[in-house]
């Protein structure tokens, strides 16, 4: 659905201020150690039915294709489709992830950003935006087509252009959730915009012992 551009950015910029301010007070207290609900215990949220690693292929910032669902498959990796220029959403998502796998360590997941704005995400600066969080970060871009394709074939709604300011600055709307595959090459769990770091600490050990036989912890 078309927004108008002013509205859209104020109501944005008022649930993002919150959500950064609940985030920012419960990282102060170091998180919650409630265990999550679902069966798998996990904090993020965990899918009635999982769903299949997705094929697609797209291009590396080092200008190499790259067939998603071989490149990964068997290993834990976490799916995000967002853009360089986000100014709220991608940055926290990103940093957030980034400071857990720094505090873990030992866990060592392949972490694939898709720059979903063609016009912007040049593989320069897809490369240099992710440089900022974690140098092993893969960064992938296409063509319109492509990113349309891979959104699809992830189950993703496929991003939106909003209108243009008077100086040609825009947002792009686009899925704030990070999908998980584990091992058995399945998606049980997502992790919407806000999840915090502790989270991540918490689940990440979790996912990476999902066995590739049967699914099981």
């Not at 900022?132 to 992938?140: A, M, N, Q, S, V």
């Not at 496929?158 to 300011?165: F, G, K, S, T, W």
């Amino acid at each position: 659905m078309k927004r108008a551009p002013f509205v859209a950015v104020g109501l944005t910029a008022l649930v993002l201020a919150a959500a950064v301010l609940v985030r920012v007070r419960l990282d102060a207290d170091g998180g919650s150690d409630a265990v999550g609900t679902g069966a798998l215990g996990l904090r993020g949220t965990e899918l009635s039915e999982p769903k299949p690693r997705p094929s697609f292929t797209l291009t590396t910032t080092e200008g190499e294709r790259f067939d998603f669902g071989e490149e990964t498959r068997g290993r834990l990796t976490l799916l995000f489709f967002g853009y360089t220029s986000c100014p709220d959403v991608c940055p926290i998502h990103l940093a957030t992830l980034a400071g857990a796998l720094e505090q873990l360590g030992t866990i060592d997941p392949v972490v694939v950003f898709v720059g979903v704005d063609h016009a912007r995400d040049t593989p320069e600066a897809v490369r240099a935006y992710l440089d900022r969080f974690d140098r092993d970060f893969i960064g992938l871009v296409g063509t319109p087509e492509e990113l349309e394709a891979a959104q699809v074939a992830a189950g993703v709604p496929v991003a939106v252009i909003e209108p243009a300011d008077a100086d040609g600055d825009y947002l792009v709307g686009h899925a704030g959730q990070i999908l998980a595959y584990t091992a058995d090459d399945q998606n049980h769990v997502v992790y919407p915009f806000g999840v915090r770091r502790q989270d991540w600490v918490h689940d990440l050990p979790r996912l990476a012992e999902i066995a590739a036989d049967d699914g099981t912890s």
